[in-house]
């Protein structure tokens, strides 16, 4: 393949991988106006849906160049009936504007944990979506006393447990590519600052290049139950996911009793799909989380 066509379908791919899986799609939620609060130097934008009921909030966290609406519109209206839920754009996402710092997973784990120590919350639960779900994982490692149980979705803990080609496509990103795409629509429609857009590429772009690795031993320390969602043909490649799975003390010999981690991969779905398989994932996610469907 010639070098220039390589390096476009290298970009498409990488577009695809930021999508947040839906961005594709209209919103499905209503427009809801939401709330900032001034964290670490962000204005950080976050939204209320449902009611207390009990349960620790459940916090949403979204996938890269994505929103709260692109990312969980399909499921959000769905996961409020069953408890408090508090969804969180990150910086230079949705509705939050850049700031002139670079984006990284643990800058990102400590505003959302501010923003919830703002909100007066001392424990929560956490479902995250790709760059969410390393997030949520992030806040795992560090903040075990917040963390009730996680949710993470298409996440791995090291980078080369990505797909062959997904980081070398990530590089090459441009943001003329989005042109004409729901992502840049979507940007346009949102940010305060909409003329942030190239800049916030960039900041994704090195934000991938400096990915952490976890240990085996910071994965097997985490101490709440944590539920992982894969796709069966995600960008994460399903040996990394499985082994995840196996140092949160997964894959037992099940008549001897089962592990606190939970396992769930989505049969003929991408990464980009996942929020297509609604109707699969809510019972898996309430019934981790503790709410049944009969309790809707």
């Given at each position: 393949?010639?070098?220039?066509?390589?390096?476009?379908?290298?970009?498409?791919?990488?577009?695809?991988?930021?999508?947040?899986?839906?961005?594709?799609?209209?919103p499905t939620?209503?427009?809801?106006?939401?709330?900032?609060?001034?964290?670490?130097?962000?204005?950080?934008?976050?939204?209320?849906?449902?009611?207390?009921?009990?349960?620790?909030?459940?916090v949403l966290?979204?996938?890269?160049?994505?929103?709260?609406?692109?990312?969980?519109?399909?499921?959000?209206?769905?996961?409020?009936?069953?408890?408090?839920?508090?969804?969180?754009?990150?910086?230079?996402?949705?509705?939050?504007?850049?700031?002139?710092?670079?984006?990284?997973?643990?800058?990102?784990?400590?505003?959302?944990?501010?923003?919830?120590?703002?909100?007066?919350?001392?424990?929560?639960?956490?479902?995250?979506?790709?760059?969410?779900?390393?997030?949520?994982?992030?806040?795992?490692?560090?903040?075990?006393?917040?963390?009730?149980?996680?949710?993470?979705?298409?996440?791995?803990?090291?980078?080369?447990?990505?797909?062959?080609?997904?980081?070398?496509?990530?590089?090459?990103?441009?943001?003329?590519?989005?042109?004409?795409?729901?992502?840049?629509?979507?940007?346009?429609?949102?940010?305060?600052?909409?003329?942030?857009?190239?800049?916030?590429?960039?900041?994704?772009?090195?934000?991938?290049?400096?990915?952490?690795?976890?240990?085996?031993?910071?994965?097997?320390?985490?101490?709440?139950?944590?539920?992982?969602?894969?796709?069966?043909?995600?960008?994460?490649?399903?040996?990394?996911?499985?082994?995840?799975?196996?140092?949160?003390?997964?894959?037992?010999?099940?008549?001897?009793?089962?592990?606190a981690a939970?396992?769930?991969?989505?049969?003929?779905?991408?990464?980009?799909?996942?929020?297509?398989?609604?109707?699969?994932?809510?019972?898996?996610?309430?019934?981790?989380?503790?709410?049944?469907?009969?309790?809707?």
């Open positions: 393949m010639h070098k220039t066509v390589a390096a476009i379908a290298a970009a498409a791919l990488a577009v695809g991988i930021l999508s947040g899986c839906g961005s594709s799609a209209e939620t209503t427009v809801h106006p939401g709330h900032y609060a001034q964290v670490n130097g962000l204005n950080m934008y976050y939204e209320v849906h449902g009611e207390p009921n009990g349960l620790p909030p459940l966290l979204h996938g890269g160049l994505s929103s709260i609406d692109s990312t969980f519109g399909k499921i959000l209206p769905d996961l409020a009936k069953t408890r408090q839920v508090i969804a969180i754009e990150q910086q230079g996402h949705g509705r939050t504007a850049d700031i002139d710092r670079p984006l990284r997973y643990q800058t990102m784990a400590d505003d959302t944990v501010a923003l919830l120590n703002t909100l007066g919350i001392r424990k929560a639960d956490f479902f995250g979506f790709s760059d969410g779900a390393t997030i949520g994982l992030d806040i795992g490692v560090r903040y075990p006393e917040l963390s009730r149980k996680l949710v993470l979705t298409s996440v791995g803990y090291d980078p080369r447990g990505a797909q062959p080609g997904l980081h070398e496509g990530l590089a090459q990103l441009q943001p003329q590519v989005f042109e004409g795409t729901p992502f840049l629509a979507e940007y346009n429609r949102l940010s305060p600052r909409p003329e942030d857009f190239p800049k916030v590429v960039e900041r994704v772009k090195d934000l991938d290049a400096h990915a952490p690795t976890y240990s085996p031993e910071q994965i097997r320390s985490i101490q709440s139950p944590v539920l992982i969602i894969a796709a069966d043909n995600d960008i994460i490649r399903p040996e990394h996911t499985i082994e995840m799975y196996r140092l949160l003390g997964g894959g037992v010999e099940g008549t001897k009793g089962m592990p939970r396992l769930a991969v989505l049969p003929a779905t991408s990464h980009l799909t996942v929020f297509d398989q609604t109707p699969l994932l809510l019972p898996i996610v309430l019934d981790f989380l503790g709410v049944s469907e009969a309790g809707r």
